[in-house]
């Protein structure tokens, strides 16, 4: 079914909402790959309503994050020195991941039946590398869950795979602004990137630090999305 101009904006419309109330989302620790049966199942045991909105294709186009001052000043006292992978590209201070694929369904709020925001939001062979020294760190392949207002990504080290689809992110949507629309495209921003405790850990292991803590500010998303 094509979505129209009118009805995706009515799901982006949710998704800011869905984005400011990912400040009172609990922390999850947990390194496994994000499923939409796994966002499903915080519906309680209320029946699967039909969707009022649904995007089963998501075409592009990105999501950037306009990297924060604190994290540049971060990486610059860990001697970290951050890079691009595959497809991302770093423009005038953003990182921009292209969106590959995805799918967003939009329920009514007002029954029972949550998240009332569910999909997947894919970024395939595209991500940012970390590099310290002989030590390098990829992470790629980022998923967002709407659902639970996180990112997960593959993480590599000098290569090899060591975690996939680990918890990376918390999306955090206090400060989203109003959803705008531009032509074919509709845009989300400046929810707040920040380090998940998972990654954190992760990166003063491979790193041989303690100097990166959990909801380390990474900067402002600017999601962008085809409407079309």
């Not at 400040?23 to 309680?44: D, H, L, R, V, W």
């Not at 996180?150 to 918390?170: C, H, P, R, S, W």
């Amino acid at each position: 079914m094509r979505t129209s101009l009118k009805t995706f904006l009515g799901v982006a419309a949710a998704g800011s909402l869905m984005f400011s109330l990912a400040a009172c989302s609990p922390a999850n620790t947990a390194s496994t790959a994000p499923a939409t049966s796994a966002s499903a199942s915080s519906s309680a045991a209320a029946e699967k309503p039909e969707p009022l909105a649904s995007i089963p294709a998501l075409t592009g186009v990105s999501t950037a994050v306009k990297l924060d001052a604190s994290f540049a000043k971060a990486l610059e006292t860990l001697k970290l020195t951050p890079g691009t992978v595959g497809t991302a590209e770093l423009t005038d201070g953003s990182l921009i991941f292209p969106i590959t694929g995805g799918k967003v369904d939009y329920y009514d709020p007002a029954k029972d039946y949550r998240p009332f925001v569910q999909g997947l939001i894919s970024h395939a062979d595209s991500g940012f590398s970390l590099t310290a020294g002989d030590t390098k760190v990829d992470l790629t392949n980022f998923t967002i869950d709407p659902g639970t207002s996180k990112l997960y990504g593959d993480v590599a080290v000098n290569g090899e795979t060591a975690v996939k689809q680990a918890y990376i992110f918390n999306l955090d949507g206090s400060t989203l602004k109003p959803l705008q629309a531009a032509g074919d495209t509709a845009v989300l921003e400046g929810t707040r990137v920040l380090i998940s405790d998972t990654a954190a850990g992760l990166l003063n292991k491979t790193f041989n630090t303690d100097a990166v803590k959990a909801d380390m500010l990474v900067g402002i998303a600017k999601i962008t999305v085809n409407t079309k």
